[in-house]
């Protein structure tokens, strides 16, 4: 057949004829359809650049935030999506990385200093000074009293390996450098980081 | 005194009867009304007089629901009446002599003649299946659990049966305004002893042996008195 | 694709409107397309996050149910899945087929065609196939329109909802979400034509690769859509997760949508006018003189009866 | 990486092996996917599982896990048997030619030097046999019986392809075809790169399977070049960083190294790592060692270190251990040697093997300090999560501090990638509450203690008292002061050999060449050196230009060492200074200097005639493929079973039992008990990611939640046939150590393999999932794993082990 008529022409055909004319005549033509149906949520943004910390690829990622960093403002991030511009992601990001909002805004963030008493079976909310103050003291006394300046054969050794820590996988060089600086200083050898697992 | 006099004696629908009937029609008009929008969007300013769209989409099916219900009352009233005879086919076959008004020519007819019973039977099959394809495509409740295909076949069925069922009712609704008598017969529910003769012989028939048996009883309790004015 | 701004002149098909949409622009603005190349996809569901974050969707929270794919299904919080297939072929080789499964964009949208609400589903110039939820009425007629199974009806608010191919944001000259985040490159988005040519290229790979059957999933049964698939097994659509051989309107929605309404309409109207007609010619029908005369006859015949002693 | 995720697009073979990049790193995967797309490069996956990557790759081969050495130590006696290996690069860039001392041997699994009491070997005959110059005997023809290469193909000609097969289970035409394609790449234009990960290191041979890659690699010439080099994907964002900077035991930044107990002078300290040239006039990089040591010591101690006091030598810890790695120290804690713990970021409870081992060794903790953005079960190892975590919180006394710090959007600073890069980023909000910067923590911490010590006195109180703390606000060092302090300052004008000045006294040094030895630079991190010079901060930088087309992007951000790209790059060039091949050229002599698309990692004056090797940072100046004494289990790799294995013996040496295993890994008495046999738990299991989460942390995001919400073990469909296991059922997953229950996923790619003579089913587990957060509740998949670890790094044996799974 040589007559192509797709199904919408068919079916205006029947119809338009019918429906121009009479719709005029009931005086009711068709109210605009809003353009792009959502507001677009990025317009006004601030853009931060940053990094993803969650595997060892380091994509770039852009964080959208309300507020302009102006000072009476406290900027809120709404919005995370890839950095086209970083030669490794270009734009891209994967599950994880696509969700960091939620991780961001995650209900399981922390928001203050918290102490589990011994043999307690909840959190209390306690200030940072006596957060610190009280951790400092545990570990003063214990380094006090277990810091090894010599070890059975007489040689000098000056560790303290009664109190071990663990740095973490996704903090800055920044405060990793800062975390070994003191680590060391106290003398700590139990001293470890996520590299393993 | 005569029952040629023409003032409607003849009782030929109940109260009862008359209310069903208009709970239906009024009902059906209602669905009508609501349905046709979303039938042909020629029609869709019709939602406004359901306050607004959605409110016609959710207001439709509860409609149906009780003219379903309602039409079900008057089936059961009407169902004697309305089963077809012989003499219903005679008298379609001569359909032109009844548009015609050549009513001298027509067979004899019952309380409903074969257009009425027409209606009777059209109207139950289309509610019928309006009640099932409705219940198929009825948001939110059943359609979201039927299976693609059939809520296709259904909304497709829907759409066609309401057409015939609204044919159905334009031809009853004109035969109400076409056959003098009648449409005061649904309101008032009484008819003229003549009216009754010359579209219902039969009935009036019926009806005439009726009144005379009644007589007959009541006539031996009769003083001579209220006999004098007796027929 | 900067300068497709979707505008009131861009909408070039609206749902249960008659009257001819704006076309005089329609030149000005290119057809968009988005290419799903399965052969590249891993399955990652960062197009499914990126998605949802963007789109501000938050679904339940699933169970497992033995399988990769989460969400299961389609919801009117998640527009798109991915859908895993173990799939072996007759030789026992086994391949992870994973399709990435959302609203296809047809150029003739059998939502857009069912839906009886004015304005509530409108395809835009650039081919994108919108739902405007101010204008959705819950009627679910979309569900039916649509030979993909895509728009879900939202158990709270009674609204169809579907992938928007981020009209949003293309209308900002940008790619959608999805597109924007998948990390292997097998989601690209461009104009119709590119996109249709890089399919082209994709596949000619994997004939290189030793896919005798790959192609471009393009369906004619809808005129084309607007998201395309490179597939390995273009012959057999139906291994990745029941993907449609020969997608179209269904021919009852056709019946029901098509040309049979406004017939129906007219021949309502036709029907009230013969009516009218028939009366003017044929007059009112109604019992006559003989008819008292009748009545009177049988009254006075029943009389004599009744006073024969 | 040696190389860096772009440069993956100029390989033309990529093989993932002990790594699952498409899963764990799907954004640098693309790099992959554009090597196939537009270098026509082929992908081949060798892994237990037919996993996300072999889902788009071109060949896929099953391997039972744990016995890749095997399967990569067959490939170097295919490479020798049919001379298919790169004999120009190995003769001239390798240690192939050197030839070893007579000492040195290798029976029955083990290598000379066997402490079978202390399972420990005595390394001192595994070395080269030196001439009068003490430089190391050669013999450039290769024949000579005990060089180098003829001990390799002796060592390797055990490994048949029948061997093989029968220890990897691996059908033996998919080994051969995956064998044919990796040796293509053996011409000069042609390059591989191997792309693993954890699935590598976390055996009890890890260390080795990766060494046994890096000398495949030298054999085939594809170190230093395009495309090619051996790629440690690395499992978190600066896991790099960390690393470098020495967050381990027995480091201090720049892979320095804490001396023993033993090491009491400060001379013999560093004469033992200032390590001088093998091989006539080789650079030996280390040499410089004292350079980098000494200018840390002024950046922590400054005037207080001085020559005199050997620049505070004796204030460093001395190590009583080979290692404080952490088995070691939940080995301790679980004896009660342990009082306190802090744990930054960082969720040891569900991270380490053997959960109830830990949990027992936390709660004799006298005190626990958290320091995280999130809830983590670790902090909350008192608390009862019903089954999944059944503990009695009236029974433990441990007092648990909970800190919350800022996360990545909150702060400014750098991570490093696997790339080696240094990439600045900047904060963008204020963390929620009260949440502070780790760095205010520490500093918090700090300065509290020092006022401690400066009030009350105490143990060896020196280095706590002089600790350098130069930072404007000093509750809050910020991170551009650290940034500058790790890549260091002078403090006096530095000049170079012909006594010009090269920098002025308080500028910031411009690479580690400049640092010196004698008290006049100071530097945080040696190799970070030049990160930060007088220009600014070069980590921040955000051009990506690439002029070149090689992925290199020089003007992006800042890589370690001297922002150079690709490492060895000098083994681009043949011995003569030109490129093997135009499309593989990095770098090249160009008569005056050494010039290319990268900064060569070489001396850029040093002309090809003087013949010095590309591997600057050995002593041999060559890539090793003898260790020496670097490795704790021998020189050569050798394949020897997981300590929880599925077969009966090590088929290499049935009749050895000290060779069954890793006979140099240190397993603790009371773990030896803790493992399962074959007999009870007939099942391999292996643990691994999945895309959708990562570790811990993602099940606390509702996005990654909905992605996967629950808990899973995979199943192949036989052994799921032989429990009457269907798809979606519940199943219990048991080992020695505890059980977990999870949803089955029945799946296709997992095959039962026939591993020496007995078929193996194998289990995956992924590790994700725990008792808080917005994913369904389960079970800590380290309930299962095993207390053991890597005999050099002692990591944990994460990828192979045995359990039993039960329907339920």
Same mark, same amino acid.
Request: aromatic content about 10%.
């Given at each position: 057949?040589?007559?192509?008529?797709?199904?919408?022409?068919?079916?205006?055909?029947?119809?338009?004829?019918?429906?121009?004319?009479?719709?005029?005549?009931?005086?009711?033509?068709?109210?605009?359809?809003?353009?792009?149906?959502?507001?677009?949520?990025?317009?006004?943004?601030?853009?931060?650049?940053?990094?993803?910390?969650?595997?060892?690829?380091?994509?770039?990622?852009?964080?959208?935030?309300?507020?302009?960093?102006?000072?009476?403002?406290?900027?809120?991030?709404?919005?995370?999506?890839?950095?086209?511009?970083?030669?490794?992601?270009?734009?891209?990001?994967?599950?994880?990385?696509?969700?960091?909002?939620?991780?961001?805004?995650?209900?399981?963030?922390?928001?203050?200093?918290?102490?589990?008493?011994?043999?307690?079976?909840?959190?209390?909310?306690?200030?940072?000074?006596?957060?610190?103050?009280?951790?400092?003291?545990?570990?003063?006394?214990?380094?006090?009293?277990?810091?090894?300046?010599?070890?059975?054969?007489?040689?000098?050794?000056?560790?303290?390996?009664?109190?071990?820590?663990?740095?973490?996988?996704?903090?800055?060089?920044?405060?990793?450098?800062?975390?070994?600086?003191?680590?060391?200083?106290?003398?700590?050898?139990?001293?470890?980081?996520?590299?393993?697992? | 005194?005569?029952?040629?006099?023409?003032?409607?004696?003849?009782?030929?629908?109940?109260?009862?009867?008359?209310?069903?009937?208009?709970?239906?029609?009024?009902?059906?008009?209602?669905?009508?009304?609501?349905?046709?929008?979303?039938?042909?969007?020629?029609?869709?300013?019709?939602?406004?007089?359901?306050?607004?769209?959605?409110?016609?989409?959710?207001?439709?099916?509860?409609?149906?629901?009780?003219?379903?219900?309602?039409?079900?009352?008057?089936?059961?009233?009407?169902?004697?009446?309305?089963?077809?005879?012989?003499?219903?086919?005679?008298?379609?076959?001569?359909?032109?002599?009844?548009?015609?008004?050549?009513?001298?020519?027509?067979?004899?007819?019952?309380?409903?003649?074969?257009?009425?019973?027409?209606?009777?039977?059209?109207?139950?099959?289309?509610?019928?299946?309006?009640?099932?394809?409705?219940?198929?495509?009825?948001?939110?409740?059943?359609?979201?659990?039927?299976?693609?295909?059939?809520?296709?076949?259904?909304?497709?069925?829907?759409?066609?049966?309401?057409?015939?069922?609204?044919?159905?009712?334009?031809?009853?609704?004109?035969?109400?305004?076409?056959?003098?008598?009648?449409?005061?017969?649904?309101?008032?529910?009484?008819?003229?002893?003549?009216?009754?003769?010359?579209?219902?012989?039969?009935?009036?028939?019926?009806?005439?042996?009726?009144?005379?048996?009644?007589?007959?009883?009541?006539?031996?309790?009769?003083?001579?008195?209220?006999?004098?004015?007796?027929? | 694709?900067?300068?497709?701004?979707?505008?009131?002149?861009?909408?070039?098909?609206?749902?249960?409107?008659?009257?001819?949409?704006?076309?005089?622009?329609?030149?000005?603005?290119?057809?968009?397309?988005?290419?799903?190349?399965?052969?590249?996809?891993?399955?990652?569901?960062?197009?499914?996050?990126?998605?949802?974050?963007?789109?501000?969707?938050?679904?339940?929270?699933?169970?497992?149910?033995?399988?990769?794919?989460?969400?299961?299904?389609?919801?009117?919080?998640?527009?798109?899945?991915?859908?895993?297939?173990?799939?072996?072929?007759?030789?026992?080789?086994?391949?992870?087929?994973?399709?990435?499964?959302?609203?296809?964009?047809?150029?003739?949208?059998?939502?857009?065609?069912?839906?009886?609400?004015?304005?509530?589903?409108?395809?835009?110039?650039?081919?994108?196939?919108?739902?405007?939820?101010?204008?959705?009425?819950?009627?679910?007629?979309?569900?039916?329109?649509?030979?993909?199974?895509?728009?879900?009806?939202?158990?709270?608010?009674?609204?169809?909802?579907?992938?928007?191919?981020?009209?949003?944001?293309?209308?900002?000259?940008?790619?959608?979400?999805?597109?924007?985040?998948?990390?292997?490159?097998?989601?690209?988005?461009?104009?119709?034509?590119?996109?249709?040519?890089?399919?082209?290229?994709?596949?000619?790979?994997?004939?290189?690769?030793?896919?005798?059957?790959?192609?471009?999933?393009?369906?004619?049964?809808?005129?084309?859509?607007?998201?395309?698939?490179?597939?390995?097994?273009?012959?057999?659509?139906?291994?990745?997760?029941?993907?449609?051989?020969?997608?179209?309107?269904?021919?009852?929605?056709?019946?029901?949508?098509?040309?049979?309404?406004?017939?129906?309409?007219?021949?309502?109207?036709?029907?009230?006018?013969?009516?009218?007609?028939?009366?003017?010619?044929?007059?009112?029908?109604?019992?006559?003189?003989?008819?008292?005369?009748?009545?009177?006859?049988?009254?006075?015949?029943?009389?004599?009866?009744?006073?024969?002693? | 990486?040696?190389?860096?995720?772009?440069?993956?697009?100029?390989?033309?073979?990529?093989?993932?092996?002990?790594?699952?990049?498409?899963?764990?790193?799907?954004?640098?995967?693309?790099?992959?996917?554009?090597?196939?797309?537009?270098?026509?490069?082929?992908?081949?996956?060798?892994?237990?599982?037919?996993?996300?990557?072999?889902?788009?790759?071109?060949?896929?081969?099953?391997?039972?896990?744990?016995?890749?050495?095997?399967?990569?130590?067959?490939?170097?006696?295919?490479?020798?048997?049919?001379?298919?290996?790169?004999?120009?690069?190995?003769?001239?860039?390798?240690?192939?030619?050197?030839?070893?001392?007579?000492?040195?041997?290798?029976?029955?699994?083990?290598?000379?030097?066997?402490?079978?009491?202390?399972?420990?070997?005595?390394?001192?005959?595994?070395?080269?046999?030196?001439?009068?110059?003490?430089?190391?005997?050669?013999?450039?023809?290769?024949?000579?019986?005990?060089?180098?290469?003829?001990?390799?193909?002796?060592?390797?000609?055990?490994?048949?392809?029948?061997?093989?097969?029968?220890?990897?289970?691996?059908?033996?035409?998919?080994?051969?075809?995956?064998?044919?394609?990796?040796?293509?790449?053996?011409?000069?234009?042609?390059?591989?790169?191997?792309?693993?990960?954890?699935?590598?290191?976390?055996?009890?041979?890890?260390?080795?399977?990766?060494?046994?890659?890096?000398?495949?690699?030298?054999?085939?010439?594809?170190?230093?070049?395009?495309?090619?080099?051996?790629?440690?994907?690395?499992?978190?964002?600066?896991?790099?960083?960390?690393?470098?900077?020495?967050?381990?035991?027995?480091?201090?930044?720049?892979?320095?190294?804490?001396?023993?107990?033993?090491?009491?002078?400060?001379?013999?300290?560093?004469?033992?790592?200032?390590?001088?040239?093998?091989?006539?006039?080789?650079?030996?990089?280390?040499?410089?060692?004292?350079?980098?040591?000494?200018?840390?010591?002024?950046?922590?101690?400054?005037?207080?270190?001085?020559?005199?006091?050997?620049?505070?030598?004796?204030?460093?810890?001395?190590?009583?251990?080979?290692?404080?790695?952490?088995?070691?120290?939940?080995?301790?804690?679980?004896?009660?040697?342990?009082?306190?713990?802090?744990?930054?970021?960082?969720?040891?409870?569900?991270?380490?093997?053997?959960?109830?081992?830990?949990?027992?060794?936390?709660?004799?903790?006298?005190?626990?300090?958290?320091?995280?953005?999130?809830?983590?079960?670790?902090?909350?190892?008192?608390?009862?999560?019903?089954?999944?975590?059944?503990?009695?919180?009236?029974?433990?006394?441990?007092?648990?501090?909970?800190?919350?710090?800022?996360?990545?959007?909150?702060?400014?600073?750098?991570?490093?990638?696997?790339?080696?890069?240094?990439?600045?980023?900047?904060?963008?909000?204020?963390?929620?509450?009260?949440?502070?910067?780790?760095?205010?923590?520490?500093?918090?911490?700090?300065?509290?203690?020092?006022?401690?010590?400066?009030?009350?006195?105490?143990?060896?109180?020196?280095?706590?008292?002089?600790?350098?703390?130069?930072?404007?606000?000093?509750?809050?060092?910020?991170?551009?002061?650290?940034?500058?302090?790790?890549?260091?300052?002078?403090?006096?004008?530095?000049?170079?050999?012909?006594?010009?000045?090269?920098?002025?006294?308080?500028?910031?040094? $411009?690479?580690?060449?400049?640092?010196?030895?004698?008290?006049?630079?100071?530097?945080?991190?040696?190799?970070?050196?030049?990160?930060?010079?007088?220009?600014?901060?070069?980590?921040?930088?955000?051009?990506?230009?690439?002029?070149?087309?090689?992925?290199?992007?020089?003007?992006?951000?800042?890589?370690?060492?001297?922002?150079?790209?690709?490492?060895?790059?000098?083994?681009?060039?043949?011995?003569?200074?030109?490129?093997?091949?135009?499309?593989?050229?990095?770098?090249?002599?160009?008569?005056?200097?050494?010039?290319?698309?990268?900064?060569?990692?070489? $001396?850029?004056?040093?002309?090809?005639?003087?013949?010095?090797?590309?591997?600057?940072?050995?002593?041999?100046?060559?890539?090793?493929?003898?260790?020496?004494?670097?490795?704790?289990?021998?020189?050569?790799?050798?394949?020897?079973?997981?300590?929880?294995?599925?077969?009966?013996?090590?088929?290499?040496?049935?009749?050895?039992?000290?060779?069954?295993?890793?006979?140099?890994?240190?397993?603790?008495?009371?773990?030896?008990?803790?493992?399962?046999?074959?007999?009870?738990?007939?099942?391999?299991?292996?643990?691994?990611?999945?895309?959708?989460?990562?570790?811990?942390?993602?099940?606390?995001?509702?996005?990654?939640?909905?992605?996967?919400?629950?808990?899973?073990?995979?199943?192949?469909?036989?052994?799921?046939?032989?429990?009457?296991?269907?798809?979606?059922?519940?199943?219990?997953?048991?080992?020695?150590?505890?059980?977990?229950?999870?949803?089955?996923?029945?799946?296709?790619?997992?095959?039962?393999?026939?591993?020496?003579?007995?078929?193996?089913?194998?289990?995956?587990?992924?590790?994700?999932?725990?008792?808080?957060?917005?994913?369904?509740?389960?079970?800590?998949?380290?309930?299962?794993?095993?207390?053991?670890?890597?005999?050099?790094?002692?990591?944990?044996?994460?990828?192979?082990?045995?359990?039993?799974?039960?329907?339920?």
């Amino acid at each position: 057949m040589t007559l192509q008529v797709t199904r919408r022409q068919f079916f205006k055909l029947g119809a338009t004829g019918l429906a121009t004319s009479s719709m005029a005549m009931m005086g009711f033509a068709p109210e605009p359809a809003v353009a792009s149906v959502r507001h677009f949520k990025l317009t006004g943004a601030k853009i931060t650049r940053s990094n993803c910390t969650y595997c060892s690829v380091g994509c770039g990622v852009l964080l959208y935030s309300r507020g302009d960093a102006a000072i009476n403002v406290v900027d809120d991030i709404y919005h995370v999506e890839g950095d086209p511009d970083h030669p490794v992601s270009r734009g891209s990001l994967c599950p994880k990385g696509a969700g960091l909002l939620d991780y961001v805004k995650s209900d399981s963030r922390l928001r203050y200093p918290q102490v589990r008493e011994a043999g307690s079976n909840e959190w209390k909310r306690i200030g940072w000074d006596e957060a610190l103050d009280r951790i400092a003291r545990h570990m003063k006394d214990d380094r006090d009293a277990n810091f090894e300046a010599d070890d059975d054969d007489g040689n000098i050794v000056n560790r303290w390996t009664t109190t071990g820590m663990l740095a973490a996988s996704a903090s800055t060089n920044e405060t990793a450098y800062l975390t070994q600086k003191v680590v060391r200083s106290l003398g700590m050898v139990a001293f470890d980081n996520q590299a393993r697992v | 005194m005569s029952l040629a006099k023409s003032d409607p004696s003849l009782q030929r629908y109940s109260v009862w009867n008359r209310l069903n009937h208009w709970l239906v029609a009024i009902s059906f008009v209602l669905l009508v009304l609501s349905g046709l929008p979303f039938f042909h969007p020629f029609f869709w300013s019709l939602t406004a007089l359901f306050g607004g769209p959605t409110m016609t989409r959710i207001l439709h099916p509860w409609i149906g629901l009780f003219m379903t219900l309602m039409f079900l009352f008057m089936a059961i009233a009407f169902f004697r009446e309305s089963l077809i005879r012989r003499r219903d086919i005679q008298w379609l076959r001569q359909i032109r002599d009844v548009l015609a008004n050549r009513d001298d020519k027509l067979p004899p007819v019952g309380k409903n003649n074969a257009g009425q019973k027409l209606v009777y039977w059209i109207m139950l099959g289309c509610i019928a299946l309006l009640l099932i394809s409705g219940l198929l495509i009825w948001q939110p409740y059943f359609a979201g659990a039927v299976p693609i295909t059939l809520r296709r076949l259904a909304s497709l069925g829907h759409a066609g049966v309401a057409f015939l069922a609204i044919l159905t009712l334009i031809i009853h609704v004109y035969s109400g305004i076409w056959v003098k008598g009648s449409f005061q017969a649904m309101v008032r529910g009484r008819v003229s002893w003549a009216w009754a003769r010359h579209h219902h012989d039969l009935w009036y028939e019926e009806e005439r042996e009726k009144a005379r048996k009644h007589r007959a009883i009541s006539s031996r309790h009769d003083t001579p008195t209220n006999r004098q004015e007796s027929p | 694709m900067r300068g497709d701004q979707i505008n009131l002149q861009n909408v070039i098909a609206r749902s249960a409107t008659q009257v001819e949409s704006p076309r005089q622009r329609d030149g000005g603005v290119e057809k968009v397309t988005k290419l799903i190349d399965v052969s590249r996809c891993i399955g990652c569901k960062a197009c499914q996050v990126a998605c949802a974050e963007w789109n501000d969707l938050r679904d339940e929270v699933g169970e497992c149910v033995g399988e990769y794919d989460n969400p299961l299904d389609l919801t009117p919080d998640t527009w798109q899945v991915m859908r895993f297939n173990e799939y072996e072929d007759e030789q026992g080789n086994l391949e992870w087929l994973i399709r990435k499964d959302n609203c296809m964009h047809c150029a003739e949208p059998g939502c857009l065609e069912a839906c009886p609400a004015p304005g509530a589903i409108v395809q835009y110039a650039n081919g994108i196939v919108d739902f405007n939820s101010e204008h959705c009425i819950g009627c679910g007629y979309c569900v039916s329109g649509c030979p993909f199974d895509v728009p879900r009806i939202s158990k709270q608010d009674h609204k169809a909802y579907k992938c928007t191919l981020c009209s949003d944001r293309v209308y900002h000259g940008l790619e959608p979400a999805c597109v924007k985040s998948c990390p292997t490159g097998s989601i690209m988005f461009g104009t119709r034509e590119e996109m249709l040519h890089l399919a082209e290229e994709r596949s000619d790979f994997l004939h290189r690769r030793g896919f005798e059957n790959a192609g471009v999933y393009n369906p004619e049964g809808v005129d084309g859509t607007h998201v395309i698939y490179v597939l390995q097994h273009a012959d057999k659509p139906e291994i990745y997760s029941g993907l449609p051989a020969d997608p179209r309107i269904s021919p009852l929605v056709d019946a029901w949508k098509g040309v049979t309404k406004p017939l129906a309409s007219v021949a309502i109207g036709l029907a009230a006018l013969t009516g009218f007609f028939h009366y003017v010619t044929a007059g009112p029908k109604e019992h006559g003189e003989e008819d008292e005369a009748a009545v009177r006859e049988d009254d006075a015949r029943e009389r004599e009866r009744e006073e024969r002693p | 990486m040696t190389n860096h995720w772009v440069d993956i697009r100029n390989a033309d073979l990529i093989v993932t092996m002990g790594g699952n990049p498409a899963e764990a790193h799907p954004v640098g995967f693309r790099w992959v996917m554009e090597a196939r797309q537009y270098n026509d490069a082929r992908l081949v996956v060798v892994d237990p599982r037919f996993n996300r990557t072999a889902a788009v790759a071109d060949y896929y081969a099953e391997i039972r896990t744990g016995s890749d050495i095997a399967f990569l130590g067959g490939f170097i006696n295919y490479l020798i048997e049919n001379q298919r290996f790169h004999r120009e690069y190995v003769l001239a860039y390798t240690d192939a030619s050197l030839i070893v001392s007579p000492e040195f041997g290798f029976e029955d699994g083990l290598f000379s030097g066997y402490d079978p009491d202390r399972g420990e070997y005595d390394k001192a005959s595994w070395r080269y046999q030196h001439n009068a110059d003490d430089y190391a005997r050669r013999d450039e023809t290769l024949e000579h019986p005990r060089c180098v290469f003829q001990l390799m193909r002796r060592h390797y000609s055990r490994y048949t392809l029948d061997v093989v097969s029968s220890v990897c289970g691996t059908p033996r035409d998919k080994i051969q075809r995956v064998w044919d394609m990796m040796a293509e790449t053996a011409a000069p234009d042609r390059t591989m790169t191997f792309l693993y990960a954890l699935g590598w290191t976390q055996h009890s041979i890890g260390s080795q399977i990766i060494r046994t890659a890096a000398i495949i690699q030298l054999l085939l010439g594809n170190m230093g070049m395009r495309g090619g080099g051996v790629n440690a994907l690395r499992g978190h964002s600066n896991i790099q960083g960390l690393t470098d900077l020495g967050l381990l035991s027995n480091l201090l930044p720049g892979y320095l190294k804490l001396a023993q107990s033993d090491e009491q002078s400060y001379a013999s300290y560093i004469d033992d790592r200032a390590r001088p040239p093998l091989v006539e006039d080789e650079v030996s990089y280390w040499r410089h060692y004292e350079r980098f040591h000494v200018s840390l010591m002024k950046a922590w101690f400054g005037d207080a270190a001085s020559a005199d006091n050997d620049w505070c030598y004796a204030w460093l810890p001395k190590l009583g251990q080979p290692l404080y790695d952490v088995l070691h120290t939940f080995e301790r804690m679980h004896r009660g040697e342990v009082n306190g713990y802090i744990c930054q970021g960082f969720n040891p409870l569900a991270a380490f093997p053997h959960k109830a081992k830990n949990t027992e060794a936390l709660s004799r903790l006298k005190y626990l300090v958290v320091i995280d953005p999130l809830r983590t079960e670790t902090a909350e190892f008192w608390k009862n999560h019903g089954e999944f975590h059944d503990v009695d919180p009236a029974r433990i006394d441990t007092e648990v501090f909970r800190l919350p710090t800022s996360c990545f959007a909150e702060e400014d600073g750098t991570i490093v990638n696997s790339s080696r890069w240094l990439q600045w980023f900047w904060s963008a909000a204020k963390p929620p509450g009260e949440a502070r910067a780790d760095t205010a923590i520490m500093a918090g911490i700090f300065l509290r203690l020092k006022r401690l010590y400066q009030q009350e006195g105490g143990a060896f109180p020196e280095p706590i008292l002089n600790l350098q703390w130069p930072y404007r606000y000093p509750e809050e060092p910020s991170p551009d002061e650290l940034a500058r302090e790790y890549n260091g300052w002078a403090l006096e004008d530095v000049y170079d050999e012909a006594r010009n000045l090269v920098v002025r006294a308080g500028e910031q040094l $411009p690479d580690f060449g400049t640092l010196r030895a004698d008290g006049s630079t100071a530097c945080g991190c040696w190799l970070f050196a030049g990160c930060w010079p007088r220009e600014g901060n070069l980590m921040a930088r955000r051009d990506n230009s690439d002029p070149y087309g090689t992925g290199q992007t020089l003007g992006w951000a800042w890589a370690w060492p001297a922002n150079r790209r690709i490492l060895y790059n000098r083994a681009s060039a043949r011995p003569d200074g030109t490129p093997w091949s135009l499309r593989k050229a990095v770098v090249w002599w160009n008569g005056q200097r050494w010039v290319g698309n990268d900064v060569p990692d070489f $001396p850029v004056g040093s002309a090809p005639e003087e013949g010095q090797g590309p591997f600057i940072m050995n002593q041999t100046g060559r890539g090793q493929i003898f260790a020496r004494d670097r490795m704790n289990e021998g020189p050569l790799p050798e394949h020897y079973e997981p300590f929880e294995t599925p077969i009966a013996s090590n088929p290499l040496h049935p009749d050895n039992p000290r060779a069954k295993h890793n006979p140099a890994a240190r397993v603790f008495e009371q773990d030896r008990e803790n493992f399962g046999t074959l007999e009870e738990f007939p099942h391999a299991a292996t643990s691994y990611r999945l895309t959708e989460h990562f570790h811990y942390w993602t099940m606390h995001n509702r996005l990654n939640a909905i992605a996967q919400p629950e808990k899973f073990v995979e199943i192949g469909e036989r052994l799921a046939e032989e429990l009457g296991i269907a798809k979606g059922d519940r199943v219990r997953v048991s080992s020695k150590r505890g059980y977990i229950e999870a949803v089955a996923v029945v799946t296709k790619r997992i095959r039962p393999l026939q591993v020496a003579g007995r078929t193996v089913h194998q289990v995956g587990i992924p590790l994700h999932w725990g008792f808080l957060g917005e994913t369904k509740k389960s079970y800590l998949t380290n309930t299962l794993t095993p207390f053991v670890g890597d005999a050099n790094t002692q990591t944990p044996e994460f990828k192979s082990f045995l359990v039993r799974v039960d329907k339920l």
